[in-house]
């Protein structure tokens, strides 16, 4: 029987339940966090020496811009209706989290689409943010959707990185033949999907712009405090990623951590964000992001069917077989990840795992609940 929804106090006051008293098998649970442990990913903790190696491709343009800070050891967390079933390792290291910071950046994108700040995900963002990154005669036509959805195709350059440093990124188990960085003609907004970094860190600007607030700060007052995380997190963009809004200098935020930079934070603050998510925007009796919000960042791509709107989607189990088809997830580099399940109404987050093993990971899980 399926216990009354339960929402974690402040702090520590997240309640425990042994496995069993939530219907979870306690033997294949242990087994998950076993994997976990047994399967760390091959990074050094250097975090710099593997961004740096991992952007040697790139060339000048690999610069690092932002701040980077050398990781923790692999831990996790599970939740089962709201409740903490499993946690292993340090969950309240404050570490980088990569390409989980897109995620946050959607949850900003769906305040700013339930206040009316962005009024039509499908209009195009040069009708509110004219500040000459959507001129024609090719970004344009580029709307709110194509930006969240990773199909933008913009074209230009944004702290000194330019959208070709990204062409042909391999994310997400697509295939590309093509060489990373490697120029190639621009499709139609909304006709192709890439994984680019720049046009993410596009999206955080017209963001700010529509905002007209530092995107941490919105962040942590509409999303952060309601749902009683930690105030240890941190939100960093580049050393030349700051822009001025109404006479005072505020730093634009990256999507990610490809050139450092990106959303810090601890493993108990992820499973809370994942935990709103699940629950479909609300927290206790708050509804801080709309249904609606939640049914548009978990809806196929047209040209993705495994992506949303800055959210990983398992559509037909393609991603992650063994686990639901319903399953979403926020994942980032190392391997950093967010399952949200609504089909066992679990949250599961992970840190520092062999980026192989995700599967495996989640599956163990999956397997564990009755």
């Known amino acids: 029987m399926r216990l009354p929804d339960y929402f974690p106090g402040p702090g520590d006051a997240w309640e425990h339940r042994s496995p069993e008293q939530v219907g979870v098998d306690p033997n294949r649970l242990a087994e998950a966090v076993a994997f976990s442990e047994a399967h760390e990913t091959p990074w050094p903790r250097d975090l710099g020496a593997a961004i740096a190696e991992n952007t040697r491709v790139e060339g000048p343009l690999g610069e690092i811009l932002g701040p980077v800070k050398e990781r923790g050891g692999v831990n996790g967390l599970v939740v089962r209706h709201g409740y903490i079933v499993a946690e292993w390792g340090d969950t309240s290291r404050v570490d980088m989290t990569f390409s989980i910071s897109k995620s946050y950046l959607s949850a900003l994108a769906g305040l700013a689409f339930d206040r009316g700040i962005v009024r039509d ?34 074209s230009g350059t944004l702290w000194d990185k330019p959208d070709v440093v990204d062409h042909n990124r391999a994310a997400g188990g697509i295939r590309i033949d093509a060489a990373k960085g490697k120029e190639r003609a621009l499709h139609a907004p909304g006709t192709h999907w890439e994984y680019n970094d720049v046009r993410v860190n596009r999206l955080a600007l017209a963001l700010l712009r529509r905002w007209r607030r530092p995107l941490p700060e919105v962040l942590q007052e509409s999303i952060m405090d309601p749902i009683d995380a930690s105030p240890s997190w941190e939100w960093h963009g580049y050393r ?25 934070i601890g493993t108990r603050d992820h499973a809370r964000f994942g935990y709103l998510h699940l629950r479909r925007g609300r927290w206790g009796a708050r509804q801080i992001l709309s249904e609606a919000w939640i049914d548009t960042v978990t809806a196929p791509t047209d040209v993705n069917a495994g992506y949303g709107c800055l959210w990983w989607l398992n559509t037909d189990r393609a991603r992650f077989p063994s686990a639901p088809a319903s399953t979403f997830a926020a994942l980032g580099w190392g391997s950093n990840a967010i399952f949200a399940l609504p089909e066992h109404d679990v949250v599961a987050v992970v840190r520092w795992l062999h980026p192989s093993h995700l599967d495996g990971f989640i599956g163990r899980v999956v397997a564990a609940v009755r």
Do not use: C, M
């Open 240 to 264: 030349n990623s700051y822009v001025e809004i109404d006479g005072r200098k505020v730093q634009s935020v990256s999507g990610g951590g490809h050139w450092g930079g990106g959303v810090w």
């Open 121 to 154: 995900l499908d209009a195009p963002v040069r009708e509110t943010v004219d500040d000459g990154g959507f001129d024609p005669p090719h970004n344009h036509t580029i709307t709110w959707r194509h930006l969240l959805q990773l199909t933008s195709e913009w």
